[in-house]
């Protein structure tokens, strides 16, 4: 019962390197899936699954793209909305225009992203730090300059394409419990692969890239390569997350949503969840998404008819006052808390 | 021929405009290794206080104004060097760099919460007249702000060469912990550096709060600055106003002579193009300070 890991014999590789090696923690896991897939669809009402955990999930999904590429190949970019934004208009455009079943279109926006973040990543292999950081913000503004100004991508002067409707094998997803399962089972079949993908032989290399990369050269990692496949799996994953942001929860491909105020928050996410850690991408997508909504609750306590200039103010100021607080007190983010509780469980009834 | 001039012209003194948001930049990244994010947010606040001193909250004379902004920043930099970056002494830029992103966060949602929303139009009596010269149309406007930026280099320049403090400065910008061991005190050079950045931040807003009104996207013009500053190379002081120059003169440039064949509107991405096309021959700027590392 106790979070040990004694006792917990491991007589094969495969439970040697499994992911949670500790029991409880297995429990846990098993606890939230149980709870992602029956408890939230059978009791969640309908504005809380479309309003939080849709967005919820599909912000993770891209928290963790842009924190592969930041947090463990350590390449800093502050241009991942817009390969949202890619993602989105991509996957309607596939799904709409040429009538390409949903999963492939979507999995087909994940591959035209990682094609465009791969071209905007070239600039990696020659400058780095914050050099590379302001040349990652380009992309920022030429993504969405050509979005808006092409009119076959954006079909008009507005940039929004308003979704299509959606089928899978002829069964239509229409109610917010459908496009919550969408959503969720992709986010899953992602994350696993994901964690995997940074525990393997490619995360190493990263890690090495992120530590010191010049030192990761010499001691044999492809730079160049490792590189550009960083930016592209991060970037396939911004361009799922964006394919499914717009199909389950905005319900139309608009470049607003995914401004350069996006692509900040997208960083803020991953340094309050914490930098290279899967888990930290979950929390920092959590907090952006709920925070807004937990403010402006609170201040509906206060008053009847919260107006939206200081609404706004104040959330900057939370937001801001937040950040700085979470760099000072907890720099590592919200996943270093995690570690620590599990540190001290781990101990426990004794303080070491 | 004249009109390629005049658009020259302009754009030029655009780009003087950039080179005053681009300077805080570079000054806090010369002396504390911080890429400051809040320098966008640091001129809206300072133009927001300016107007409240002048005309929202209380009716100063311009002069006392300008100097009561500039306490207030005052106020703000000692507060980030002793709030903020004081326990992120030593702490990977990154965070650093996130910590003024926070900043950006509380300086516009406090300034807005004083002063409103609203756009408000700056008024210092600076006359906008047009003259020719040449037969080129100037307005007397962006030259008033030109010879502003031009007393402003010239001002640092002499601060960071003649003056002790600037020297104390620029050590501690070579190396920090060499400054601390001659005894020279980095937070109140830190201290010094983010008042002097306010004190850019302050003309920068006045600069272009005056000519696009008070109002929430002057936060943005620090995105404009951004290419600005890594053409120019980070911590090059004559590099961003160079690159100030160039990015003006070719954004105007492009947008007048490029924009039509294109479908208008290339100015918001232009710099940011011909950054990338400086960095892939000088991956660290025209003037910046070439890193070499060795293992």
Known sequence: MFYRECGNFKDSYASDMAIFPIPLDRWGFTVMLFLAFVVIPLFASEYLITNII?????????AFGLNILAGYAGQISIGHAAFMAVGAYSSFI???????????????AGVVTAAVGTFFGLPSLRIKGFYLAIATLASQFIIEWVIVHVEWISGGV????????????????????????LALCMMVVFMTFGKNLVRGQMGRNWMAIRDIDYAAEIIGVNLYRDKLIAFAVSTFYAGIAG???????????NIEEFNVMTSFALMGM??????????????GAGFFVTLPILINHSLAAFMDVVPSDILSNIEAIIFGGLIVLFLIVEPYGMARLWHTIKDKLRLWPFPY | MTFFFEVLVNGLMTGIMYSLVGLGFALIFKASDVFNMAQGAMSLFASLALYGFLEQYMHLPLWLALLCTVAVMTIWAYAIVFVVLKPLVNRPPLMLFMATFGVTYLMEGIGQSIYGTQAKGLNLGIPDNTYEVAGIFISSFDLFFTAVAAVLVVGLVWFFQKTRNGRALRAVSDD??????????????????????????????????????????????????????IIGGIDSITGVIIAGLIVGAGENLGEVFIGPYVGGGIQTFFPYLLALLVLYFKPYGLFGKEIIERV
Do not use: D
């Open chain 1, 243 to 253: 394919a499914l942001l717009c199909f389950c929860y905005v319900g139309a491909a």
């Open chain 1, 270 to 283: 991953i340094i309050i969840g914490g930098l290279g850690t899967v888990l930290g991408s979950f929390f």
């Open chain 1, 158 to 181: 507005f940039g929004t394409i308003q979704a299509p409707e959606m089928y899978i094998f002829g069964w239509p997803i229409n109610t917010a419990v459908r496009k919550y399962f």
């Open chain 1, 54 to 62: 849709i967005p919820f999930y599909c912000f993770a999904l891209s």
């Open chain 1, 94 to 108: 596939l799904y709409g225009r040429y009538g390409i079943p949903l999963i492939p279109s979507i999995l087909g």
């Open chain 2, 176 to 229: 920090h912990e060499a400054a601390l061991c001659v005894g020279i005190p980095l937070l109140k050079a830190w201290t010094i550096t983010w008042i002097v950045a306010g004190v850019v931040a302050t003309v920068a807003g006045v600069a272009w709060g005056t000519r696009l009104g008070v109002q929430y996207s002057l936060s943005f013009i620090a995105l404009k600055a951004l290419p600005v500053l």
